[in-house]
């Protein structure tokens, strides 16, 4: 069992992206997508199969079926009319869906084993011929022995940073940075931090977008149109701002235990599973060679597979005495962004500790 998680993982990082697996994924790991509030066929007006799936989960199945074909939305839809049937494809992928469901229902005992992404891989449409020059199988990863503890492993991360007493002395930051898009359009950001508190704010050609968190929620909010958060979203916000440039990661989890030693790029990374007081769970993967903290991830199950949020941390450099990670890449299904960090300003007082708080409107 162990050797068959262990290929998953390394297929998933030769490819770069995460295919519908949930083998290791146990439901105490995962943000639980519990029915809370009302369906998909309450909230949406031409609803024929989604149903009874949480209207919460609606938005990120959508942006699954995107990643997993490799389209956007108007593959299936007119978008100005998301109801409409006009489309082929949205059709297509009803019976796509209705077809999914009935596999995992069948042949898996009703657990999420296959997804869109199962057999499309990023594809239209999906290739039945096996691949005949397929990438070479990764040498499987010898263990350690003995296995590291979650403890060592947090102490070289704060170690590898700079230290205990470094650490302490930096208590507020402010950030010049740009954020990098797919496209290689380029937006100014700034952040200010202090803590766990963060403001991030994306200077856009037609907006500026704001997201912070201010010691409860995650918050974004927009100066253009308005932008509709999932419980899920905020979270993934709040985790962000705690993680980024907290090396002290038992004050962001109430559980973290080791796993076991993977690969990331071809570097060994220590793989910690870590939870949060409320039962959420992310993956810690930290470079085994630097300490250094290199990826972290938070799963949500969804009707139709995993949506997994991704953070890359690279580029460690140092400020006042503690290094920070200058490259943050971040990539979800529909969002993929690399954020570069230009300047550091240390202990720049913050006047107004509301800059951390959700703006009212
Ligand atoms: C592969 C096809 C496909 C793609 C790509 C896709 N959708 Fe959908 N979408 C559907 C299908 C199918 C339904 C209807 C589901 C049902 O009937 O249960 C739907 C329903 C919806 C609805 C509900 C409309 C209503 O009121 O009935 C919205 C909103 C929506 N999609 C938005 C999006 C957005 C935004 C994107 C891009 C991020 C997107 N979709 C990408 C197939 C797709
Ligand atoms: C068991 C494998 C499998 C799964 C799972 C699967 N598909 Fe497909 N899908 C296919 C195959 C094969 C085709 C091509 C069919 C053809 O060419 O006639 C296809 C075609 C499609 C098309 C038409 C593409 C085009 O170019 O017109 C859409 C849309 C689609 N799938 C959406 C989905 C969605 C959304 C999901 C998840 C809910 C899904 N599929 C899950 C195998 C699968």
């Not at 083998?23 to 943000?31: E, L, S």
């Not at 597979?305 to 941390?313: A, I, L």
């Not at 990670?325 to 971040?330: R, S």
């Amino acid at each position: 069992m162990r050797n068959i998680k262990l290929s998953i993982v390394a297929v998933a990082m030769v490819f770069g992206v995460f295919f519908a697996w949930n083998g290791w994924v146990t439901k105490a790991q995962t943000q639980t997508a519990q029915s809370q509030g009302p369906t998909i066929g309450q909230q949406f007006k031409n609803i024929k199969v989604l149903n009874d799936v949480p209207a919460e989960q609606l938005g990120k199945i959508m942006n699954i079926f995107n990643a997993s074909l490799g389209v956007d939305c108007a593959f299936c839809h007119n978008t100005k009319d998301y109801s409409s049937d006009e489309k082929r494809e949205k059709q297509t992928a009803r019976n796509m869906i209705r077809m999914t469901f009935d596999i995992n229902k069948n042949s898996f005992n009703g657990r999420p084993q296959v997804s869109c992404n199962s057999c499309h891989n990023g594809h239209e449409e999906p290739t039945a011929a096996p691949n005949l020059w397929p990438p070479a199988e990764e040498a499987e990863i010898k263990q350690p022995d003995p296995k590291p503890t979650a403890d060592q492993i947090l102490a070289n991360y704060l170690a590898a940073v700079g230290g205990k007493d470094k650490v302490a002395k930096v208590t507020s930051r402010q950030i010049t940075a740009s954020r990098l898009e797919p496209d290689n359009k380029t937006e100014a950001e700034e952040i200010w931090q202090k803590g766990q508190n963060l403001r991030i704010v994306t200077n856009y050609p037609t907006a500026v977008i704001t997201e912070g968190f201010g010691g409860s929620n995650g918050w974004k909010v927009s100066n253009g149109p308005e932008l509709h958060l999932t419980r899920f979203d905020e979270a993934e916000i709040a985790r962000s701002a705690q993680v980024l440039f907290n090396p002290d990661l038992r004050s962001v989890y109430t559980k973290i235990d080791y796993r076991f030693e993977g690969q990331i790029d071809g570097r060994p990374v220590y793989l910690l599973t870590a939870t949060t007081a409320a039962n959420q769970a992310d993956r810690l993967y930290f470079d085994v060679a630097t300490g250094f903290l290199v990826r972290r991830q938070s799963v949500i199950r969804t009707a139709l597979g995993p949506f997994v949020y991704e953070t890359d941390y690279s580029d460690y450099k140092d400020f006042g005495g503690v290094k920070i990670p200058t490259t943050i890449k971040v990539a979800q299904p529909g969002v993929r962004f690399t954020r570069k960090i230009t300047k550091v300003k240390i202990n720049a007082p913050i006047a107004d500790s509301s800059v951390f708080n959700e703006p009212k409107k």
